[in-house]
């Protein structure tokens, strides 16, 4: 256990090493891979989740942010419907002033059962020029990025979505074929970084 | 032997701060001339409410009760209009709450008294259409401001919390 820790401390440390893109992946770039610790003290590797799932879905979120909160049901039951369907879903909490303790009762208060690491000095936040919660990036099982923005456009009233991103793109997925609107524009709260 | 108006005024005081306490028990009760929110408005709203102001340096804040650096500036805000509102400079504020807190809104105005327009961001909608016609560059981070110049065009955007200097640069330069 001990030394499984140490190397991720090591991958992550190598993975990070690579310098942060100023604007983030482009859609159909390497997205970048890291390595963290779940909030349930489990090692979790982009780049093995990529080539076990369909593809994967970082989600940068927050405890306090009211934006994101407006999210946490859809987050929640998209996961779950979508997770039965091999997409992996991976909640990142990369602000500074919400420590895992926080992380983990507001997982539990949500419902969270999708993946949940805490992103300790935002640096996969800045590897992927993440600036918002919450976020979405979609990574393929080939490592290349298919979507980034948002979950949808009307974060007050879920019943009167008319544009579900996110639920799009990854239909669109299943189905073998292209992201017909790859990149939306993420709104809502700023990533709190150290 | 404690005199007996003495004892009167003593119980006075006592029924008078139980009273007091009672009052803050029920929580705050919004003064009758606090404040009001001038309404809710989308991008149109928006719009039309900046050109009501045309002419004028006009200064919009973007905030929300839950935002620290929000609530931490306002005073500035507040300050800023009182000192220019002779020489050509109107704020509007505009509360990105949820339609469900619109009593924090309430509170929020109560307790600072502001004397320019606050408005509510409308609930439903596509938000990023309003998001994008303050500023395509904005994502929604508070606080943002935006100033437009007397010829009702988008002068200044600024970013995050605010000193007074920095709003009172903001528009200082636009009014020469």
């Not at chain 1, 799932?53 to 999210?71: D, G, Q, W």
Request: charged residues 25%; contains cysteine.
């Amino acid at each position: 256990m001990k030394a499984s820790r140490a190397l991720s401390s090591l991958l992550l440390t190598a993975a990070l090493a690579a310098p942060a893109l100023a604007d983030g992946p482009a859609i159909g770039a390497p997205a970048p891979t890291f390595q963290l610790t779940t909030i349930e003290g489990k090692s979790f590797s982009l780049a093995d989740a990529e080539k076990a799932n369909k593809a994967v879905v970082l989600m940068f979120i927050a405890t306090k942010c009211p934006v994101s909160n407006a999210y946490n049901d859809r987050m929640r039951d998209i996961a779950n419907e979508y997770g039965k369907k091999g997409i992996l879903f991976v909640g990142i909490n990369s602000n500074n002033t919400e420590p895992e303790s926080e992380v983990k009762s507001h997982a539990k208060e949500h419902g969270f059962a999708f993946t949940l690491v805490k992103d300790p000095g935002n640096k996969v936040a800045d590897l992927y020029n993440a600036q918002h919660t919450p976020e979405i990036f979609i990574v393929g099982p080939d490592g290349k990025l298919l979507y980034h923005g948002r979950i949808d456009e009307n974060q007050q009233e879920p019943a009167k979505v008319s544009s579900p991103d996110l639920k799009n793109a990854l239909n669109e997925i299943l189905a073998g074929q292209p992201i017909a609107k790859a990149e939306t524009k993420a709104f809502g709260c700023s990533i709190k970084r150290v | 032997m404690r005199h007996p108006k003495s004892e009167t005024r003593s119980s006075k005081r006592r029924a008078a701060l139980i009273a007091a306490l009672l009052v803050l028990a029920a929580g705050p009760v919004l003064a009758a001339d606090a404040p009001k929110l001038a309404g809710d408005l989308d991008a149109k709203g928006l719009a039309d409410a900046v050109a009501r102001d045309h002419g004028k340096v006009v200064v919009v804040n973007f905030w929300a009760t839950w935002c620290v650096p929000c609530r931490e500036e306002f005073p500035d805000l507040i300050r800023l209009e009182k000192t220019y509102r002779d020489r050509g400079v109107a704020v509007l504020g505009v509360s990105i709450d949820f339609a469900k807190d619109l009593s924090k809104v309430e509170k929020f105005l109560a307790a600072n008294r502001p004397e320019f327009p606050n408005y509510i961001k409308r609930a439903g909608g596509d938000d990023q259409d309003f998001i994008d016609s303050v500023d395509p560059k904005w994502g929604g981070e508070l606080p943002f401001t935006v100033v437009y110049a007397r010829d009702g065009k988008k002068a200044r955007v600024l970013s995050g919390k605010q000193s007074y200097a920095s709003f009172e640069k903001a528009v200082t330069e636009l009014l020469r």
